[in-house]
């Protein structure tokens, strides 16, 4: 039985280590990279690396409340930044949407989300007397997703 529950376990860490990614050290990430991310991001702090699939993702700090996400390809370009950020810096077509369209809401979490092929923003809002929502809106004030949170 034990043999059994060894087994199931060790299979389970396999798993989740490659869906969720695996942490590795600073030295093992490709000088292509490091050296775009050093260059981008001098000030960075509290540094973590993971490889997940076939890209590198690092989680990392600027500041008190900036905390960002990027995955690199093996090449080093940036496949994807995810970057938290402060309702204020969202671009003025969103704060006008916002203030028009969901005026009885409080922008709670922000995040500008980059892509190579754009830039959206995810915006949780929250309110007293209706559902929380989470909505992703195009730098132009589009809403291109809107869910109940």
């Not at 704060?95 to 980059?114: A, G, H, I, M, N």
Request: aromatic share 8%; charged share 30%; glycine share 6%.
């Amino acid at each position: 039985m034990t043999k059994h529950i060894l087994s199931a376990f060790a299979a389970f860490t396999g798993i989740a280590n490659s869906a969720f990614g695996q942490d590795i050290p600073q030295n093992q990430i490709p000088s292509v990279i490091l050296n775009r991310f050093k260059v981008d991001f001098p000030r960075a702090g509290d540094v973590e690396w993971e490889m997940e699939g076939n890209r590198y993702h690092v989680e990392f700090e600027t500041g008190r409340s900036n905390d960002h996400d990027i995955w690199y390809t093996a090449s080093g370009e940036v496949d994807k930044h995810i970057e938290e950020i402060s309702g204020s810096d969202l671009p003025g077509a969103i704060l006008k949407k916002l203030r028009k369209d969901f005026k009885e809401y409080s922008t709670d979490d922000v995040e500008k989300v980059t892509k190579p092929s754009g830039t959206v923003y995810c915006i949780e809002l929250d309110s007293h007397s209706r559902p929380d929502l989470k909505v992703t809106m195009d730098p132009e004030g589009r809403i291109l997703e809107q869910t109940e949170d």
